[in-house]
């Protein structure tokens, strides 16, 4: 880090607001070549809302931002670009049916040269140890392999400022190691700057040089990493002293001080283990290219527990998360639901199973919707009258959702977009949990939350399990699964390879169950 260089990036005095909310409060921060900053809050401090004014995304209704001492024009991402900075954002940006090099020019000026394109990816890959077929589909990739994608094409432009927004949520822990290396080429080698926005304390205390956190919109403050801790981070960034529950420190989960532990602040559920909810019995689901991405999947799931699936991703988690709800169809097997089979039956499926998708953008909402019409999808029994939508009951019944979820909105028709993620997620909670479901999947379901809100969704499984639902928990968070699950299941090339109680677990026997060999 160059600290007696001039500031490569100035943040002066960015204000925003989306209707009655204040997104940005006169957010003032600097970033000098060679530095890593991290930038930490809960879900709706205004983090990336700040460095989408950065990239010109979003224009600010007050302040300027300059790059080497040069004013950014607002609202203008070809400028933004121009003057140096590259976004990766949190969601993905590509184009699934185009191929990599296609999606990295996307953009550009002028006449498109294929071969240029290719050579780009092929480079900046082999430097950065980001390799990866320029040729391939986007829509045939991994989530890691996408992420890399967006790098490469973020890198492609030869920013100056890098912000990722991010980066890791959806990589497993050899793909973050890889992207850390790839910060530290670019800050220390290179001499950029970079800004990394993440609610992974542990991630941000490896890779940053110093920590900006946020709150309300706010700069709460600014230290060098080497004199912080998790404990001292969570507690400025939900402005209150917590303790970080032992169990979830590494994907940073928080429980108030007052509590001794997680336990004492979470309701334990207990397992009927004579009553089976969910039987899936020799699955088999088809790829588009006919691959099996389900191959003689077995698993059952009693009521009153959590099962916790863990695998390296890729294994099928996404083809029973689309089985489960309906979006996948079965080329063998059964699946039954209080022993009712509901591949068969639509109807049956939406009374009986609640579904929190990994991507909730893609799947679980609509963001153009507002939070109110999101709320009574695929239950609009709930605000009819005689079969008539009821714009009062879709109104009072998303009033009475908001506040018993605490989601925070302006009010129930603002639109879906304008909500932070954590509120996001609760509302797709809010509207499974509303139908009463007899299985709840939760599919990453704390994926980009910060410690706060993930520890809120902790609390609601296990809160709903102690209630009697059937769990089903999809993660790649060992930790999180570790911290909520009864039972741990292993998922590995769409095949069940093992089953274990909790207090029964071998993390080397798990580990090799989930690399494919025998345990």
């Known amino acids: 880090m160059v600290e007696d260089a001039g500031p490569l990036l100035e943040i002066v005095g960015v204000t925003k607001h989306f209707g009655a909310v204040t997104a940005c409060d006169h957010v003032s921060l600097e970033v000098v070549p ?26 600010a209704d007050e302040g300027e931002v300059r790059v080497a001492g040069t004013a950014v024009p607002p609202g203008d991402p070809v400028a933004a670009a121009l003057a140096g900075v590259g976004i990766v954002h949190q969601h993905f940006s590509l184009i699934p049916p185009l191929t990599v090099w296609e999606n990295v020019t996307l953009g550009e000026r002028g006449r498109m040269n294929s071969r240029r394109a290719v050579r780009t990816v092929e480079e900046i890959g082999e430097r950065y140890g980001l390799s990866i ?23 492609s432009k030869d920013p100056r400022v890098v912000i990722l927004d991010e980066p890791t949520s959806v990589l497993t822990q050899a793909e973050s190691r890889r992207l850390f290396e790839v910060l530290r080429a670019l800050v220390h080698e290179e001499g950029r700057a970079v800004v990394l926005i993440s609610h992974r304390l542990e991630e941000i205390l490896e890779a940053t040089d110093r920590v900006t956190v946020m709150r309300d919109g706010q700069v709460i403050t600014t230290i060098p990493t ?27 989960a928080a429980v108030d001080a007052g509590h001794a532990a997680a336990s ?11 009553v089976a909810v969910v039987e899936i019995e020799g699955a088999v689901v088809l790829g588009a290219d006919g691959r099996r991405l389900l191959d003689g999947f077995d698993l059952e799931v009693r009521r009153g527990e959590i099962l916790g699936v863990a695998g390296v991703e890729g294994n099928g988690q996404q083809a029973l998360v689309e089985l489960m709800s309906g979006l996948a169809e079965l080329a063998a097997g059964s699946v039954c639901v209080d022993g009712e089979e509901i591949s068969k039956s639509r109807r049956a499926r939406l009374r009986r199973v609640g579904v929190i ?33 009821s714009p009062r009951r879709m109104a009072d019944r998303a009033a009475t959702l ?67 639902t059937a769990v089903l928990l ?38 090799l169950l989930m690399g494919g060999r025998a345990a």
């Open 34 to 59: 060679g530095e890593v900053r991290g930038l930490l809050g809960q879900n709706g401090a205004g983090k990336t809302t700040l460095m989408n004014v950065v990239a010109g995304v979003v224009v």
């Open 357 to 389: 998708p990994a991507d909730r953008h893609e799947s679980g909402c609509v963001l153009a919707m507002s939070v109110m019409e999101n709320l009574v999808l695929g239950c609009l029994e709930h605000a009819a009258n005689y079969g008539v939508l």
């Open 133 to 155: 077929d320029p040729h391939a589909r986007v829509a045939q990739l991994t989530p890691g392999e996408r992420q890399r994608v967006e790098v490469i094409k973020c890198l």
């Open 474 to 511: 999809i993660s790649t968070e060992l930790d999180e699964i570790m911290a909520l699950a009864d039972r741990v299941a292993v998922i590995q090339k769409g095949r069940l390879v093992g089953t274990m109680a909790r207090d029964e677990v071998d993390t080397e026997r798990l580990a």
């Open 402 to 468: 908001l506040d018993q979820y605490d989601v925070k909105a302006a009010n129930v028709q603002a639109p879906m977009w304008s909500l932070s993620g954590g509120n996001q997620q609760r509302v797709v909670l809010a509207r499974e949990l509303s139908r009463s479901p007899s299985v709840l999947v939760a599919a990453q379901p704390t994926r980009g939350l910060d410690v706060g809100a993930m520890e809120d969704m902790w609390q609601r499984l296990r809160t709903v399990a102690a209630q009697g």
């Open 264 to 274: 004492d602040a979470i309701p334990t559920p207990r397992a009927d283990g004579r």
């Open 226 to 252: 080497a004199s912080a801790t998790a404990s001292l981070l969570a507690n400025e960034m939900l402005g209150r002293e917590v303790s970080l529950s032992s169990e979830g420190a590494a994907v940073g």
